[in-house]
């Protein structure tokens, strides 16, 4: 048996993981062609390296087919219910910074909270018909957070990628998606609510509560932890 | 689905017709729109809802009132009681250990002649088979809360507001005491209503909420500030009537005292002290019901009058063995300009077995 990890296949996430382990002591790396998703990991004995999508590697850990796995906390809150349940965060990796936030246009000059929100979209169902639309590819935690705070009388339609053009293109009013920066959401035309933060993401790794491991894995397993602590 | 569940929801059943209820039954497909826009974007997180490339969003039934109800207003004669035996399912999106799929058994009284007769012959029947399991029963009344906002002396936009949040305890609290003047107005705000002019910063537009949405809302912004603030005593007597719990006679008794300072609750106090007398009629102990004026906002947001639980053990955070309440409103909703006063209720017969196997 090995210990399976998970990381993100591709891009500046699959590189600053790589960066991570890298000052941990563990040299992660690519093996074969480029487009091959195949990996090895020098520095420990016992461990395997899988390349995968970011967002199926909560799924995947959730399902005890990797061991350990890097993701973001959003993906895994998004995509895991009871998530503490499937799995245990171990560390924080400092990159991969992305905050979850309602954001609506700027020209909404009356709307600054989420108090706002809400009257402003009492207003618009009367006025349309329908009830104020959100794009999101977030579902479960934009829906949780808007309950929590009693927002009514809105919908969440789904948005899987360039979800600060939705408003513009007039097929949402207001979206709720990741940001780091806000440069896009300024090019948008678009403002985050004052009060109108759902989540602070990072990248993490995440060990499975499910996966079944051998002694040997848990061997490992303490041999990595004591890497990832030692600075 | 397990044969001796099956076969109580039909005693069950059958208990309803004996007592004049006509059985029917309701498609397990519903068209999603509908229940999405009576109870919004919550109702995702509680049900199944697939995609139908024809029909386009479908939802498997939640619950059996809504069907109900359609059917009446588009078929039924008056007065009418329904009857019905069937599987809903519930979406459990934590992992709780409720089931997602179980069987309901109902009765669904549309009556205009006395609706303190009807709410009765439904908490009567209802809890009749479920005598042998000492369960506790919870009562409330949503209208005693609509009828306070009502009655407050304030804008119209204000009870309009606070109508709206019955059902989301949170989000009414808060307004009340924004409209009490007891939390600060948001920087933003101030700011907003001491600009001289709003759009000086010239935003580019974009999106389907327009300049004169905008507009609008600003106007409605600044009406509400220049609105006095609730009068403090108003606003305490909110909170006296919402803490009112305790045996349906002392509950009773407490009411009776806070109408006399609350004029706009006498109504809705009446109905309540007439449904207790058609519950007492029907040889039911008030005494053993709780009185809760709390009980049901937090429930589906159809009930506007009279709710009621039946638990096992007092125990809050099971479900109810049975459940039930009035929701006339729900029937102008779906009724297209028309409406009938309206109660119903539903026992979950694997509730009933399983309290049973283990008394």
């Not at chain 1, 009356?110 to 108090?115: E, I, P, Q, R």
């Not at chain 2, 507009?215 to 919402?242: F, K, M, S, T």
Request: with cysteine.
């Amino acid at each position: 048996m090995t210990l399976k990890l998970g990381v993100p296949s591709k891009g500046r996430l699959m590189e600053q993981t790589f960066e991570w382990f890298a000052d941990h002591g563990l040299t992660l790396s690519r093996t074969g062609s480029d487009r091959e998703y195949a990996g090895a990991i020098a520095g420990i004995d016992g461990m395997e390296l899988v390349l995968l999508s970011a967002g199926e590697i909560p799924r995947e850990l959730a399902a005890g087919r990797i061991d350990l796995g890097v993701t973001g906390t959003d993906l895994v809150q998004e995509k895991l219910p009871s998530w503490r349940r499937s799995v245990e965060p171990l560390t924080e990796m400092c990159f991969g910074h992305a905050d979850l936030i309602i954001a609506v246009p700027s020209a909404w000059v009356d709307v600054d909270t989420l108090d706002d929100l809400d009257a402003a979209a009492a207003a618009f169902r009367l006025t349309h018909g329908f009830r104020l639309r959100i794009a999101t590819k977030y579902h479960r935690l934009v829906r949780d957070f808007l309950r929590e705070h009693g927002v009514a009388d809105y919908q969440l339609v789904d948005s899987q990628g360039a979800t600060e053009g939705t408003v513009k293109n007039e097929t949402a009013e207001a979206i709720a998606d990741i940001t780091s920066t806000g440069d896009t959401l300024r090019a948008n035309h678009l403002k985050v609510l004052s009060d109108g933060l759902i989540l602070q993401s990072q990248a993490t790794l995440f060990l499975s509560n499910v996966s079944q491991l051998s002694a040997q894995d848990r061997h490992t397993l303490e041999l990595l932890r004591g890497l990832i602590n030692k600075t | 689905m397990d044969r001796a569940i099956k076969a109580r929801a039909e005693a069950l059943k059958a208990h309803f017709e004996a007592a004049g209820a006509v059985a029917v039954e309701t498609p397990i497909l519903q068209p999603a729109e509908v229940l999405l826009d009576l109870y919004g974007e919550d109702i995702r997180a509680r049900a199944y809802v697939t995609q139908d490339p024809l029909r386009g969003e479908q939802m498997l039934r939640p619950d059996f009132t809504v069907p109900v109800v359609q059917m009446h207003m588009a078929f039924g004669a008056e007065p009418a009681r329904y009857t019905y035996a069937g599987e809903v399912f519930r979406r459990q999106e934590a992992d709780t250990g409720r089931p997602s799929e179980y069987m309901q058994v109902g009765y669904e009284v549309f009556d205009r002649a006395d609706p303190a007769q009807s709410d009765a012959e439904v908490f009567a029947l209802v809890s009749a088979p479920l005598s042998h399991l000492a369960l506790q029963a919870k009562i409330g009344d949503i209208g005693l809360l609509i009828a306070a906002v009502n009655g407050l002396k304030t804008t119209e936009a204000r009870k309009a507001a606070l109508r709206r949040h019955i059902w989301r305890p949170k989000r009414f609290r808060a307004l009340l005491d924004r409209y009490a003047g007891q939390t600060p107005v948001p920087v933003a705000r101030i700011k907003l209503l001491a600009a001289a002019d709003p759009f000086a910063e010239s935003p580019t537009e974009v999106g389907l909420r327009g300049r004169g949405e905008v507009e609008n809302r600003i106007a409605a912004l600044r009406a509400d500030a220049a609105a006095p603030p609730l009068e403090g005593e108003a606003v305490a007597n909110i909170y006296q009537l919402l803490a009112v719990k305790g045996s349906l006679p002392a509950a009773l008794v407490e009411l009776a005292e806070l109408a006399r300072k609350m004029p706009e609750i006498v109504s809705a106090v009446r109905r309540i002290e007439a449904r207790s007398a058609a519950l007492k009629a029907r040889c039911i102990d008030l005494s053993r019901i709780v009185f809760d004026a709390a009980y049901g906002r937090s429930s589906m947001e159809y009930y506007d009058g009279f709710v009621f639980g039946l638990y096992f053990d007092g125990a809050s955070d099971s479900p109810a063995v049975a459940s039930g309440g009035r929701y006339d409103a729900l029937t102008l909703v779906l009724g297209q300009g028309a409406e009938i006063p309206a109660v119903g209720g539903v026992i979950r017969p694997e509730m009933v077995l399983s309290l049973e196997a283990h008394a």
